[in-house]
């Protein structure tokens, strides 16, 4: 884990034309929490791994669906770039099979959502961590 | 896994409102403070929403 001065010292070769702000944010979407933790941010870190993985892991238990690129419907393809926004939940989710079942309850229903909400809501962490790399946000 | 509606409701609002907090707030107080306001504002207004769509259907 990076100290503050480490962090200092990156933000100004990042002027340089460094990659490790874009490393940061891949992190930070594949793995949600990473960017964070990469930055020395562990509190910070936990706490947004812990609000997206609870939205995913209960969208998927509640039956919710999981997109596909494919289907060619215009709001299928909004809900997987939503679904996407996970990182390697939703790959993972994807290979075993997860969120394919017909949604026919209200609360399967509510999955779906919450694993959409969950994407994006990484989608957000994981740019605040780039933000934060890049000096554009106080630390 | 079955769920209450007003449970799916407090949990959504609470991961929102914690990634909202660290996100949109750089000092810890205020994060706390905005994910708070968001938690209320998104678990009130559902409600209300609720308590409309009662009185619409009477």
Redesign the interface.
Known sequence: MATKADIAAIQTDNAAGSTFPMLVLLAGWLIPGAGHLILGKWV?AL??A???L??FA?GV???GKLYSPNTGEPLDILGFLGDLGAGLPYLIGRFAGWGQAAVLV??AD?GT??IV??GM?NI??A??AHSIAIGR??? | MTITHFSAVILFAACIAVVFGITQRSEPKMMIRFGAYCFVLLVGVTIAASWAMWLVKR
């Open positions: 910070r706490l947004l812990a609000a997206i609870i939205m209960v238990a509640l039956g209200a609360t509510y959502k919450f909400v969950g809501l957000v962490s740019i605040d946000k106080r630390a």
